[in-house]
């Protein structure tokens, strides 16, 4: 259960990051 927990808050942190550098990118260009 607290594997599956901390996957999860890995996924939602690595997609968080990944949209904040397609916003940075964006403004950048």
């Not at 939602?12 to 964006?26: C, H, M, R």
Request: proline letters at 0%; aromatic letters at 4%; hydrophobic letters at 50%.
């Amino acid at each position: 259960m607290l594997e599956m927990d901390l996957d999860a808050s890995k996924v939602a942190a690595f997609k968080a990051g990944t949209a904040l550098k397609g916003v940075v990118n964006g403004v950048k260009k």
